[in-house]
């Protein structure tokens, strides 16, 4: 009888170690670290490769006792595959920290996204991105080595530095005219009056800066002469 159960054990002990060595590939295949995916496909990923990890787990527990029991393993020694099952789900809950406060961020950061081009005060905008930036320097050290939180960190950086084009853009200097310019030589097809600041985002404002520098250039030498006509006017 004793000798049929550890037969059985041993037999399952072995299925549970394929499966074991099935995941742990699969999570070296699977999971999320790069920078560009969506944080709330990266935490949906995840937590489908946790809910296998605890299954895997519970299934190792019972085989361990099991072994104990039947006096297949000594009490308390652990197969050699524990310790790589241990990393790697320490390394998916490091990951499922991290990318549950970055999605908190891209949140806050969308919804920046989605302020009215008309109402953008960029004063306000660089205090926002401020924040989100502080937000993002408080995760803790051993979060910040992914390359989703690098991602991130880039992106506000860019957002910040491109803060001076969006202020310009902002000027009484800006007519429709120069909007449609703008437009074809960027290749987009905005209506004016629901042009949003992820559309102003979306375009690369840093990669574009000559051509957005060359449309500020005339709105504003325009501006100037505008100005000067109205002068010369008033004195005649």
């Known amino acids: 009888m004793v ?6 054990i041993v037999a399952e002990d072995k299925v549970v170690e394929n499966k074991t060595g099935e995941l742990l ?10 920078g560009n995916l969506k944080p709330d496909d990266a935490v949906k990923s995840i937590t489908i490769l946790e809910g296998k990890f605890n299954r895997l787990h519970e299934e190792r527990e019972n085989i361990q006792r099991a072994k104990e029991a039947l006096e297949l393993t000594e009490f308390g020694v652990l197969p050699t595959s524990e310790e ?9 809950q490091d990951l499922k920290s991290v990318w549950l406060e970055l999605s908190r961020i891209w949140n806050q950061l969308d919804q920046l996204k989605e302020t009215p081009w008309q109402t953008v005060q960029p004063r306000r905008l660089r205090s926002d991105l401020d924040v989100l930036a502080g937000q993002l320097k408080e995760l803790p050290s051993r979060l910040r080595q992914y390359a989703s939180h690098e991602h991130l960190r ?3 950086q860019a957002y910040t530095k491109a803060n001076q084009l969006v202020t310009e853009l902002k000027s009484e200097a800006i007519k429709e005219r120069h909007w449609r310019s703008l437009m074809r030589r ?3 097809n905005w209506v ?8 102003m985002w979306d375009i690369d404002l840093l990669k574009n800066e000559v051509i957005l520098r060359d449309v500020l250039a005339v709105a504003q030498g325009e501006k100037a002469l505008e100005e000067f ?6 004195i005649l």
């Open 154 to 156: 880039r992106t506000l």
């Open 186 to 188: 960027l290749n987009v």
């Open 25 to 34: 590939t699969c999570w070296d295949r699977e999971k999320p670290i790069a």
């Open 192 to 199: 004016l009056s629901e042009l949003t600041l992820g559309q």
């Open 3 to 8: 000798a049929s159960l550890q037969m059985k």
């Open 229 to 234: 006509l109205k002068q010369v006017c008033s």
């Open 84 to 92: 790589r099952v241990q990393v790697a789900f320490e390394e998916l």
